[in-house]
């Protein structure tokens, strides 16, 4: 069974290799020229989409075709060259083009997950009996397709994390809060600001006061469909923002095509609607 549909892995393989650098097949320094060849990028490309999807670990993904410590080495060097950023930024900048972000409506919250491994951005989980924990201050837009997230440890409450959050913003916008961030705190750095903030109140029931954080919580759940974002082994957090980096592309490029498909046509556009 593919990891992905091939409507879906084609093209996100597109603007993914238009980012790689140019690599010999061999290595011309070699005084010989007859090692073996370079492991192909759209190989170590699927294997980290199935590290992502799966969960599994590298040496569990690794076969013939392609080794743990190359899947290792390759996925750092692309971290370095900022690949997995500048793919996740072509995604939104591509689905703003053709569909529009609805940025008048940002909605962000907080969602832990398990980090049995520990590493940079953990910390222990009051919801999980003292476990390792992952947090991550997710904003969206109105739809709910992912404009990024702040990793801390799962002790962090949320109210902190709506600063840097909101660092990653430039307009005069709505914020959708839940409860978690009813203080006088919050409403002055929204203010300070120019942000319009509707926030849910303690103690009464939030889906009347917030209307519009159900598609964040939608897309906390397809995130979280990533086993690899939902219990979480890596211990860098620069390992684990490519990651996010890599699956928040996944979900725009599929919102994408889904809202595309009535409205446009490509000579590769499947039959049937995705």
């Not at 010989?32 to 370079?38: I, S, V, Y």
């Not at 919050?186 to 598609?215: F, N, S, V, Y």
Request: charge should be positive; charged fraction near 25%; include cysteine.
């Amino acid at each position: 069974m593919p990891t992905l549909p091939s409507w879906l892995t084609e093209p996100l393989w597109d603007p993914f290799t238009a980012l790689l650098p140019q690599r010999p097949v061999y290595d011309p320094a070699h005084p010989l020229g007859c090692h073996r060849p370079r492991i192909s990028d759209r190989i170590v490309f699927d294997k980290l989409l199935q590290l992502l999807r799966f969960g599994c670990s590298y040496q569990a993904i690794a076969d013939t075709t392609c080794s743990a410590t190359t899947i290792r080495n390759r996925r750092d060097e692309w971290i370095r060259l900022g690949i997995f950023t500048q793919f996740q930024r072509i995604a939104l900048e591509s689905y703003d083009r053709i569909v529009g972000l609805v940025l008048d409506q940002i909605a962000i919250d907080g969602s832990i997950t398990k980090a049995p491994g520990g590493g940079e951005a953990t910390g222990r989980s009051l919801v999980d009996r003292g476990k390792q924990g992952l947090k991550r201050s997710g904003m969206t837009d109105g739809y709910g397709i992912p404009l990024g997230r702040v990793l801390a440890g799962a002790n962090c409450h949320d109210s902190p994390l709506l600063v840097p959050t909101l660092d990653l913003l430039h307009d005069d916008i709505t914020v959708h809060l839940d409860s978690g961030y009813d203080s006088g705190k919050t409403r002055t750095i929204l203010d300070q600001r120019g942000l319009k903030g509707r926030i849910a109140h303690k103690g009464e029931k939030a889906p009347i006061q917030a209307t519009q954080r159900w598609h964040i919580e939608r897309t906390h759940a397809r995130q979280n469909a990533f086993h690899r974002l939902a219990r979480c082994y890596e211990r860098r957090a620069s390992v684990i923002n490519a990651f996010f980096d890599l699956a928040d592309a996944i979900i725009t490029v599929r919102s994408l095509i889904r809202r595309a498909w009535p409205t446009h046509r490509w000579h590769d556009r499947s039959t049937r609607r995705p």
